[in-house]
Nanobody, 125 residues
């Protein structure tokens, strides 16, 4: 079992920045990748970014590329999402996810085994 807890969400004006954090606990040795998804009511959960432990490869959705940066700590039990130049379209509940399968796939919700409860990000325009 892996437990994930997000923090850092809140209200920010358009053009501003937020840094989300996700702390993993439990059987973290089973994790090979972590990612961030976001979801707006009535829509599917959308891939935002992921980082793969092997080589610390990062992957970004086109909608956030160049604005968001995903990173992990040295112990690889936390993941962060630095979000810059936010716009109203970034408003969503952001979820942290952890995956234990080394399939090379990180963009789908099915690629992850564990999820946090989510943190609300609201960007005012």
């Amino acid at each position: 079992q892996v437990n994930l807890v997000e923090s850092g969400g809140g209200l920010v004006q358009a053009g501003g920045s937020l840094r989300l954090s996700c702390r993993a606990s439990g059987r973290t040795a089973s994790i090979h990748a972590m990612g961030w998804f976001r979801q707006v009511p009535g829509q599917e959960r959308e891939f935002v970014a992921a980082i793969v432990w092997s080589g610390l490869r990062t992957i970004y959705a086109d909608s956030v590329k160049g604005r968001f940066t995903i990173s992990t700590n040295n112990r690889r039990d936390a993941v962060y999402l630095q979000m810059n130049n936010l716009s109203a379209e970034d408003t969503a509940v952001y979820y942290c996810a952890a995956g234990g399968l080394r399939t090379g796939r990180v963009r789908a919700v099915e690629d992850y085994s564990y999820w946090g409860q989510g943190t609300q990000v609201t960007v005012s325009s």
